[in-house]
């Protein structure tokens, strides 16, 4: 208390990057045979932020897979049953407040 006034403190986190940054690495990509389909296994490792966001997109497919992801700086983990014949992106997003 000061002068019969609350004070309350809020803490922050200073991170030195500004900008975030992404190293990803496919890993291993295994064929789901007999289905068409494959799994894609990746490491990532980031800074500058304390969260990642994980997001499978498919030509033609009519949903997007997303994961959210609270361990900072480093995830391993496998983007499932991508269908093989078309075109597919893994976005690996890390923001800064």
């Known amino acids: 208390m000061n002068n ?49 966001m994980i997001s499978v997109e498919e030509e033609y497919g009519s949903r997007l897979k997303t994961w959210h992801i609270n361990e900072p700086f480093y995830v391993k983990g496998v983007a499932d049953h991508i269908t093989a014949p078309f075109y597919a992106w893994i976005d690996f997003i890390v923001e800064n407040k």
Not at 27 to 45: G, L, Q, R
């Open 4 to 52: 019969g006034n609350e004070i309350k403190a809020y803490p922050f986190k200073v991170y030195l990057e500004l900008k975030p940054k992404v190293q990803a690495k496919i890993i291993e990509v295994k064929d789901n045979s007999p289905y068409d389909s494959y799994d894609a296994f990746y490491e990532v490792t980031y800074t500058g932020s304390e969260s990642i």
